[in-house]
């Protein structure tokens, strides 16, 4: 399967808002409500910030926001801070015979 | 509280098979799938496979599925992963994830466990 389609960098000074896009097709994004949001700060193991498209693990801050348009979903971070600069990645659910499919990371850098 | 703990880091041969352990704890073991992602050194993350240590039914990648197994020891609370005819480019850190079935999403991760593929 193919990966999730992601920009390579966003960039944003401190209290801007970013959004990273994700995009796929009608048979991952678009085709289930299962898309998840991970942050990889340097270093560090994935961290679990968004599922289900728009839900929030508890503890996770809600700067953090997804959404889904069609085959796309994304991620938007409000208030940016210099502790969000990291690495992030959406997951979709694809389907029972080849079910997860992975972006291919944005890195995000605060200004 | 939900613990994942791997196995240590790894030095292999090509050809050679590797076996990295993912120990669960915190949880009802049998209620939640465990997967693994790799990911090599600079890159983004990649998908390998998944098992229902309930049912013990696997899905593994497509890129990988000739070469892997995933196994689980329900006794012990513990799945396993193997990797065989390793390659360079099978250098990586591996990382076992629970899988929620409700939230179809990974949400807790063990360390990871850094596989090195060299002569």
């Known amino acids: 399967q193919s990966a999730l389609t992601q920009p390579a960098s966003v960039s944003g000074s401190p209290g801007q808002s970013i959004t990273i896009s994700c995009t796929g097709t009608s048979s991952d994004v678009g085709g289930f409500n299962s898309v998840s949001w991970y942050q990889q700060l340097p270093g560090k193991t994935p961290k679990l910030i968004i599922f289900a498209v728009d839900d929030r693990p508890s503890g996770v801050s809600s700067r953090f926001s997804g959404s889904k348009s069609g085959n796309t979903a994304s991620l938007t971070i409000s208030g940016l801070q210099a502790e969000d600069e990291a690495d992030y990645y959406c997951l979709s659910f694809a389907g029972s015979s080849a079910p997860w499919v992975i972006g291919g990371g944005t890195k995000v850098t605060v200004l | 509280q939900v613990h994942l703990v791997q196995s240590g880091g790894e030095v292999k041969k090509p050809g050679a098979s590797v076996e990295v352990s993912c120990k669960a704890s915190?949880?009802?073991?049998?209620?939640?799938?465990i997967t693994w992602v790799r990911q090599a050194p600079g890159q983004g993350l990649e998908w390998m496979g998944w098992i229902n240590p309930y049912n013990r039914n696997t899905l593994y990648a497509h890129k990988v599925h000739h070469r892997v197994i995933m196994t689980t020891d329900t006794d012990r609370n513990t799945v396993y992963m193997e990797l065989r005819g390793l390659r360079s480019d099978d250098t990586a850190v591996y990382y076992c994830?629970?899988?929620?079935?409700?939230?179809?999403?990974?949400?807790?991760w063990g360390q990871g466990t850094p596989v090195t593929v060299s002569s």
């Open positions: 994830a629970r899988y929620d079935f409700d939230g179809r999403t990974f949400d807790y």
């Open positions: 915190g949880y009802s073991f049998m209620k939640y799938g």
